[in-house]
T-cell receptor
Framework: AQSVTQLDSHVSVSEGTPVLLRCNYS??????LFWYVQHPNKGLQLLLK??????LVKGINGFEAEFKKSETSFHLTKPSAHMSDAAEYFC??????????????FGTGTRLQVTL | KAGVTQTPRYLIKTRGQQVTLSCSPI?????VSWYQQTPGQGLQFLFE???????NKGNFPGRFSGRQFSNSRSEMNVSTLELGDSALYLC?????????????FGPGTRLLVL
């Protein structure tokens, strides 16, 4: 069984300050992990993914995440927030080598607000 | 390369009616998955199609059905609509549908049931 917990439903930061969106997972095996972003009235866009290669994963738009097995965490960070980063972010977990997409488990989402 | 497209983008229906949503995957992608997104339940997996066959199904009633055509385009149908079916329906495509692959999402179809 697997699950993912996004620890904050809402995060507010000022433009130019760091962003931290927290995600903890539970899995019986070493999972694959993803972060997706959803802007209003849009579909989900992949930010980055971890699939058992380097533990520090760099994604698009300056985001990165670090896989920490000992803490079962995959937190998303960005050094400096931009107004365009305001969106909802989803952490997703899936077991490795699964042959089907249906094993994706989505977190409940974190809404990021960026203020001037 | 064109992204995943979904039609229509918005729909308003009344209870008891049925609805058909369409999804065109990225060219070359053979796996199409459907998700329902609501404020209360979040993102929930509906079903996945691969090479015209339903490979997996989520925990939704039989009113929800789908199919995939030989060109990988997919449709989902909801019969006897209920108020609770109001949601954003997202489809996603990937090459072969394995868990490690990136799924590319369409913009969604927003369904409102009155």
């Amino acid at each position: 069984a697997q699950s993912v917990t996004q620890l904050d439903s809402h995060v507010s930061v000022s433009e130019g300050t760091p962003v931290l969106l927290r995600c903890n997972y539970s899995s019986s095996y070493s999972p694959s992990l993803f972060w997706y972003v959803q802007h209003p009235n849009k579909g989900l866009q992949l930010l980055l993914k971890y699939t058992s290669a380097a533990t520090l994963v760099k994604g698009i738009n300056g985001f990165e995440a670090e896989f920490k097995k000992s803490e079962t965490s995959f937190h998303l960070t960005k050094p400096s927030a931009h107004m365009s980063d305001a969106a909802e972010y989803f952490c997703v977990v899936t077991p490795p080598h699964t042959g089907t997409a249906s094993k994706l488990t989505f977190g409940t989402g974190t809404r990021l607000q960026v203020t001037l | 390369k064109a992204g995943v497209t979904q039609t229509p983008r918005y729909l308003i229906k009344t209870r008891g009616q049925q609805v058909t949503l369409s999804c065109s995957p990225i060219s070359g992608h053979r796996s199409v998955s459907w998700y329902q997104q609501t404020p209360g339940q979040g993102l929930q997996f509906l079903f996945e199609y691969f090479s015209e066959t339903q490979r997996n199904k989520g925990n939704f009633p039989g009113r929800f059905s789908g199919r995939q055509f030989s060109n990988s385009r997919s449709e989902m149908n909801v019969s006897t609509l209920e108020l609770g079916d109001s949601a954003l329906y997202l489809c996603a495509s990937s090459l072969g549908g394995t868990g490690q692959e990136t799924q590319y999402f369409g913009p969604g179809t927003r369904l409102l049931v009155l």
